[in-house]
């Protein structure tokens, strides 16, 4: 009895140290972990673009005058050459009794200067007929040798000249003609007995087969030349334009792939970079930052059907895939963090947090690319918090 009393009180003590220990041993910290996985990464720039006509064509009014009422509205499609609108001349103002008088007697001047024209005419055209009839003569003679060349020549010059005369004279029978014409219609107009069909139209036409984007005027009225009517294009030129940070135009080209969303259609669009613009602009964010954007321009390579429904200044998300792979370690970015100026994790190994340094590579979104220090099938911790240390009791929490 003695001898089983001696090792229990010892084993008593174990027993109770055992469990002072155990009960004074902090609890371990709870965390949230991932899982290192291997599969496919894509790293991409995402932008609010809007949809753009690469080219629209403004039809304006040629000339100043009086617009007749414009009969096509927006979304209305329309051929090559059809006629868009009609313009005639300004209304011309009302003459007072003085000035109507003064165009009566402007059109029956008109005419004495057009009959003193055809007489002159008469006078210049009997000329040339004698002149020509003596150059004949004198041709023949000289033919003969009973003339002197110098004879023929001066001969020659007088029909020359008599001939320039008549052409000159028939013309001021043309311009006396033209004179009467204008003084007429000034007459006519001004007191209202011009027939309306008489009126000139001028036509103005489509520059390219498409749709009527807008329709700045659309009643009558005086218009001044180059005044814009209508707005047309072709939906089949639609592309996006996507103002991108310069940060990130840098890394973008030309046939980079390019997928559309947010335009309210059940599929995303697959697009390609066309051009990325060489100059920049300065443009002030909601939040009052100056912020330096490239116009980036993406043309469609779905088929024309899925985004039929798109129009001119629609807004879509793009996302520029930059670089993409299937196969790619890749961890939550948010359990990566800077220790002695290098990255590091905490890797959760037998209940403990082991700090472990990574190195990280390309990014996207919340995800990052590891290029070495841990491998697929890992669990880390996410957003490690500053009670965390190597050797830390832990235990994974949802």
């Not at 100059?279 to 043309?299: C, K, N």
């Amino acid at each position: 009895m003695k001898m089983k009393r001696g090792w229990m009180l010892p084993l008593a003590g174990l027993l109770v140290v055992a469990v002072l220990v155990l009960a004074l041993r902090p609890s371990p910290l709870p965390v949230s972990v991932a899982e290192v996985k291997l599969g496919p990464f894509v790293e991409s720039v995402d932008e609010e673009g809007r949809t753009r006509l690469r080219d629209t064509y403004t039809v304006s009014a040629p000339i100043a005058g009086y617009l007749l009422r414009v009969q096509p509205e927006p979304g209305d499609a329309v051929e090559l050459g059809q006629v868009l609108f009609r313009m005639e001349p300004l209304p011309a103002p009302a003459l007072d009794a003085r000035s109507l008088e003064q165009a009566r007697e402007n059109l029956a001047a008109a005419r004495a200067r057009q009959e003193s024209a055809r007489a002159n005419l008469d006078t210049v055209a009997a000329d040339a007929r004698y002149a020509e009839g003596e150059y004949e003569r004198y041709r023949e003679l000289h033919e003969r040798g009973l003339v002197s060349t110098a004879d023929m020549d001066r001969t020659r010059s007088q029909r020359d000249r008599q001939r320039a005369a008549e052409r000159a004279a028939r013309h001021a029978v043309e311009v006396a003609g033209f004179e009467i014409e204008s003084a007429r219609a000034v007459l006519d107009i001004a007191s209202g007995q011009r027939p309306p069909e008489d009126q000139p139209e001028l036509e103005v036409r489509a520059p390219v087969a498409g749709l009527v984007l807008r329709r700045h005027r659309c009643c009558e009225g005086a218009v001044g030349a180059g005044e814009p009517v209508l707005d047309v294009g072709s939906l089949a030129d639609l592309e996006v334009q996507v103002d991108l940070l310069s940060m990130a135009a840098v890394r973008v080209r030309s046939g980079m792939p390019v997928r559309l969303t947010g335009f309210g259609g059940a599929e995303a669009l697959e697009g390609t970079v066309r051009r990325v613009e060489p100059a920049g602009f300065t443009r002030v964010s909601a939040l009052g930052v100056e912020e330096q954007r490239v116009p980036v321009i993406v043309d469609f390579d779905s088929p024309a059907e899925a985004w039929e429904t798109l129009g001119v200044g629609y807004r879509v998300e793009a996302e520029f895939m930059l670089w993409q792979s299937d196969e790619v370690l890749q961890a939550p970015i948010s359990a990566l963090f800077r220790a002695d100026d290098r990255w590091q994790v905490f890797v959760v190994e037998n209940g403990q947090a082991r700090r472990r340094e990574v190195e990280p590579g390309r990014r996207s979104g919340l995800v990052v690319q590891i290029l070495s220090g841990l491998e697929a099938g890992e669990r880390i911790i996410t957003h490690p918090g500053d009670r965390l240390a190597d050797g830390v009791r832990v235990t994974a929490v949802d």
